[in-house]
């Protein structure tokens, strides 16, 4: 058998199998619970100070990307009141809000990303929902 055609038969499939585990990306996300210096019925009344709403929702995530760790802490509005409609008010609101949540952390350096959802919830039976969000880096906050 000629040596350069067996070598290549026997390489390529191994050469096939080392890309394919070299360029797969793991990625895994699990919850991580916020905790705050106060109740969270107090972070949600300082909230409402800035915009009434039907309901807050704030959640924390952490994800794995091989072996760089992000973490992010997503806060919703729901059916809020006097939304502004303009995009550099909206982010001002958006970031306000954030700032509100970050200062309440008892580690303000938790999270690493910051992601605020005003969602407008409509129907009884079907919900539809239309949204914008704003993603902020913790420094900047």
Partial sequence: MNKPKFLLIVL????????FTVSCTTTVT??????????QSS??????A???CQQFQIKGFEKKVNSNVFTELQITITNG????????????LAKKIASQ?????????AFNNYKVSFVEE?????????SKTMFYKSDDI
Avoid: C, D, R, Y
């Avoid at 972070?43 to 409402?48: K, P, T, V």
């Avoid at 409509?122 to 239309?130: N, R």
């Fill in 12 to 19: 390529t499939p191994l050469f096939v199998i080392f890309l």
């Fill in 122 to 130: 409509t129907g009884s039976v079907v919900t539809v929902a239309k």
């Fill in 43 to 48: 972070i949600e009344h300082n909230l409402n």
């Fill in 30 to 39: 699990s919850n991580k619970a916020p905790e705050f210096k106060v109740e």
């Fill in 50 to 52: 800035i915009v009434k």
């Fill in 81 to 92: 009141t006097n939304i502004p409609a303009g995009k550099e008010a909206i982010n001002e």
């Fill in 101 to 109: 949540v970050k200062m309440s952390l008892k580690n303000q350096n």
